[in-house]
């Protein structure tokens, strides 16, 4: 004889079914409704409607489908497509609290401030794996701490595990934190190839080999000479970029063959001149 278990997943599954057809239902309802007071075609009527009901769905999953702990929330895309814009909010699915930490109890401020550093490391982690990225607003909101404790966790973070967790601020140049230009180099001048600089700071190869060329720019104008007012027009950097890319230069090459031999290593010939 069924359980009442059975029973229950019984009703369960006719109560999905019945929901699949009122939603199916309810399109072809709104495609008419277009069709007939908006004059548009039945094919593009339907996709319309099915395109917004895709977005609905992505945005709104089911509360089934979320776990305890679980939140939705729209973070900025990371996608780059030239017909897009690169800006454009992607819901993710991100975890706020295990259920571990949900039993368990915060007995002092340091133990807190452990479990604040794991959410930031999981929400920016979940977020990077879903093609979104968060800004300190976004974590201000989720955790409900202020921005300069943000801060200072995430540069925390990198400094013990030499890993620049996916921000706006890291991956799309958002915002004031565009120091992940100097750590790139300071990651390659320790003697890191482009591909372990890529897996810690959460960038493409190509995007770590351009941040190095930029600093090969600065390198050439300082071994030539050129006054701080014309690199800032001669590289676009910012004045702030410039000058901690000035002092790598004059801590890490401390003469004129320092400069040559790393240039010579990165393929770049010079010329003497006179």
């Not at 059975?6 to 309802?29: A, G, H, K, P």
């Not at 949900?102 to 982690?125: C, G, H, P």
């Not at 790598?248 to 320092?258: G, S």
Request: net charge neutral.
């Amino acid at each position: 004889m069924p359980t009442h278990s059975r029973y229950s997943q019984v009703l369960l599954e006719l109560t999905y079914l019945l929901c699949d057809y009122i939603f199916q239902l309810l399109l072809f309802t709104i495609g008419q409704m277009v069709v007939e007071e908006w004059g548009l075609r039945p094919a593009q009527a339907q996709g319309m409607v099915e395109l917004v009901a895709r977005t609905y769905t992505r945005c709104c999953p089911r509360l089934e489908d979320l776990k305890p702990g679980q939140l939705v929330w729209l973070a900025l895309d990371t996608r780059k497509d030239r017909r897009t814009d690169p800006r454009l909010f992607q819901p993710v699915v991100l975890t706020l609290l295990t259920l571990e930490e949900q039993e368990s109890s915060l007995d002092s401020r340091t133990e807190l401030k452990r479990l604040k550093v794991r959410q930031i490391e999981r929400l920016t982690t979940e977020a990077w794996r879903q093609d979104g990225v968060l800004t300190s607003i976004d974590l201000e909101w989720i955790l409900g701490i202020p921005p300069a404790l943000i801060r200072e966790l995430l540069e925390a973070y990198q400094e013990r595990f030499g890993v620049l967790l996916p921000t706006a601020g890291t991956v799309l140049d958002m915002g004031r934190t565009l120091t992940h230009k100097t750590i790139v180099v300071k990651m390659a001048l320790s003697g890191l190839t482009t591909q372990e600089i890529a897996w810690r700071i959460y960038h493409t190869p190509e995007a770590v080999d351009n941040y190095l060329k930029l600093f090969d720019q600065v390198l050439l104008l300082r071994y030539y000479r050129v006054p701080f007012s014309a690199m800032l027009r001669a590289t676009g950097h910012s004045k702030k970029l410039l000058e901690e890319h000035l002092a790598l230069v004059e801590k890490h090459f401390p003469d004129e063959e320092a400069l040559e031999t790393y240039l010579g290593k990165r393929g770049i010939t010079l010329e003497k001149s006179g």
